[in-house]
Antibody
Framework: QVQLKESGPGLVQPSQTLSLTCTVS????????VHWVRQPPGKGLEWMGV???????DYNSALKPRLSISRDTSKSQVFLTMNSLQTEDTGIYYC?????WGQGVMVTVSS | DIQMTQSPPSLSASLGDKVTITCQAS??????IAWYQQKPGKAPRQLIR???TLVSGTPSRFSGSGSGRDYSFSISNVESEDIASYYC????????FGSGTKLEIK
């Protein structure tokens, strides 16, 4: 069945770079788009970006200067990289494909 | 970028009530709006896509309507399991979530 699972460091220092991995199973990344969505504690959902099945990417314009999404189709993995992290980047980060979501990974930005 | 204005931020309803949430887009989104439910500690779950199409498994007490810039989402006969936050998402031009509505039971 379709599964997505996020992984990455739980704690990142301010001004540093966040690297997250979304490992998928049950489908091919060349056939489906994968999105990243985040949620600060107690707040709403924010769409971050997408890697389309063809490999192109689109980003939330507010995050575009410091966000990058890529993939390794052979490993069924999608990567999120975001630099210059600040405390307001703290939250749960999800990857998703259509109605399927990962469990989310909590990222805390703190020194 | 398309902005989505969702209201109200919170709702308090009695069991059996009908509640309605609205989202207004900053431009015509051609019915490309979905609605999500999120329970505490869980990932969001899509309930409705393309304005009014129920996703498989969505109870029929959920419904959506609208066109152009204005859309609504309703729950008829609210049940205790409906306690959650609800979000709209436009996907006509990239993607934008509304700010969310928290549903509580009186």
């Amino acid at each position: 069945q379709v599964q997505l699972k996020e992984s990455g460091p739980g704690l990142v220092q301010p001004s540093q770079t966040l690297s997250l991995t979304c490992t998928v199973s049950g489908f091919s990344l060349t056939s489906y788009n994968v999105h990243w969505v985040r949620q600060p504690p107690g707040k709403g959902l924010e769409w971050m970006g997408v890697i389309w099945s063809g490999g192109n990417t689109d980003y939330n314009s507010a995050l575009k200067p410091r966000l990058s999404i890529s993939r390794d189709t052979s490993k069924s993995q999608v990567f999120l990289t975001m630099n210059s992290l600040q405390t307001e980047d703290t939250g749960i980060y999800y990857c998703n494909r259509n109605q399927n979501w990962g469990q989310g990974v909590m990222v805390t930005v703190s020194s | 970028d398309i902005q989505m204005t969702q209201s109200p931020p919170s709702l308090s309803a009695s069991l059996g009530d009908k509640v309605t949430i609205t989202c207004q887009a900053s431009q015509n989104i051609n019915k490309y709006i979905a609605w999500y439910q999120q329970k505490p500690g869980k990932a969001p779950r899509q309930l409705i896509r393309y304005t009014s199409t129920l996703v498989s498994g969505t109870p029929s007490r959920f419904s959506g309507s609208g066109s152009g810039r204005d859309y609504s989402f309703s729950i008829s006969n609210v049940e205790s399991e409906d306690i959650a936050s609800y979000y709209c998402l436009q996907y006509d031009n990239l993607f934008t979530f509304g700010s969310g509505t928290k549903l509580e039971i009186k």
